[in-house]
Nanobody
Framework: QMHLVESGGGLVQPGGSLRVSCAAS????????MGWYRQAPGKQRELVAR???????NYADSVKGRFTISRDNAKNTVVLQMNSLKPEDTAVYYC???????????????WGKGTLVTVSS
């Protein structure tokens, strides 16, 4: 079974910082990319940040300059450092990984269960 385990969510004041982490485990041949998505109440799930195994990053315009994504390929982990947090960043953050588990199959998206980030005074 493939598992993506997130950690680091919680409550933080506006302007504060928070770091969320995700570790993938299971039968892994390779990981093409890992990233973070978020879903706020009443809104669609959206991409926050993504990083490939080669280190190529992609950020939502709303978080550029505030969030930084990084990875440790050897440990199959991805970290999202969130700075200058705003109330509108409040959402459930989901870890995503594009993983190849067998030579007969291409990359498949896997999801964590999500971790809640609340930005409020």
């Amino acid at each position: 079974q493939m598992h993506l385990v997130e950690s680091g969510g919680g409550l933080v004041q506006p302007g504060g910082s928070l770091r969320v982490s995700c570790a993938a485990s299971g039968s892994i041949l390779s990981i093409n990319a890992m990233g973070w998505y978020r879903q706020a109440p009443g809104k669609q799930r959206e991409l926050v940040a993504r990083i490939t195994s080669d280190g190529i990053t992609n950020y939502a315009d709303s978080v550029k300059g505030r969030f930084t994504i990084s990875r440790d390929n050897a440990k199959n982990t991805v970290v999202l450092q969130m700075n200058s947090l705003k109330p509108e960043d409040t959402a459930v953050y989901y870890c995503n990984a594009e993983i190849r588990t067998h030579v007969a199959y291409y990359f498949v998206n896997y999801w964590g269960k999500g971790t809640l980030v609340t930005v409020s005074s």
